[in-house]
């Protein structure tokens, strides 16, 4: 057979060593990677693992449960407004609530959680998170009334409000909850509104 015009043996044999040389390196590489490819592969064929029944009850704890923290005290588009007010300020703390029901705040004697403290070019606005007796929203609308509050309950959760001037305050109670907010000057929109259906969801 005629060989073909060109084409020399040894740079092909060269060639094809390094060629050879190449894949070997390549295989060597990629041998420790090849235990977490095969468990990778058996995994995925068989599918999400299952969620542990504590890992889902604290998942669900995180989502149910009472604000721990400030930021989530509020819902998204509030949160946003509180933070871009002009001069706004947020301070946390477990401070006592600023309320003028401190006849109440005796008998229920809340056990703070947080305070959340806003100071703004309008004004000023707090919130307290605490827990107080299982009774409390009773006890509240049995005697704010006498001190100007206004007081309705849905399901067993107590909301009373409190309007001088200036000054609006409001207090909720129910489910071993307390939540109180004093808005002296700034009074955002359905701040209150927000706050409890952040904190009874």
């Known amino acids: ?61 995180a989502v149910d449960g009472p604000p721990t923290e400030c930021a989530d005290l509020y819902g998204e588009p509030m949160w946003a407004a509180m933070r871009f007010t002009r001069g706004a300020v947020m301070t946390p703390s477990s401070d006592a609530p600023v309320t003028t029901a401190t006849t109440l705040v005796t008998a229920v004697q809340p056990q703070v959680t947080m305070t959340c403290s806003w100071h703004a070019d309008a004004g000023t606005v707090s919130t307290t998170l605490a827990t107080v007796p299982t009774d409390a929203g009773a006890i509240a609308a049995a005697a704010l009334p006498a001190a100007g509050f206004a007081c309705t309950t849905q399901n067993d959760r107590t909301t009373c409000t409190r309007s001088d001037g200036d000054l609006t305050e409001t207090i ?30």
């Open 1 to 61: 057979m005629a060989r073909v015009g060109g084409r020399n043996a040894f740079i092909a044999w060269v060639v094809g060593i390094g060629c050879l040389a190449t894949l070997g390196v390549l295989a060597y590489l990629a041998v420790p990677m090849l235990p977490a490819s095969l468990a990778w592969l058996g995994s995925a064929g068989q599918g999400p693992a299952a969620t542990s029944d504590a890992v889902a009850a604290a998942g669900d704890e």
């Open 172 to 201: 909720a109670a129910g489910g071993g909850l307390w939540l109180s907010t004093s808005e002296s000057g700034w009074h955002p929109e359905g701040y209150a509104a927000d706050t409890a259906a952040n904190v009874w969801r």
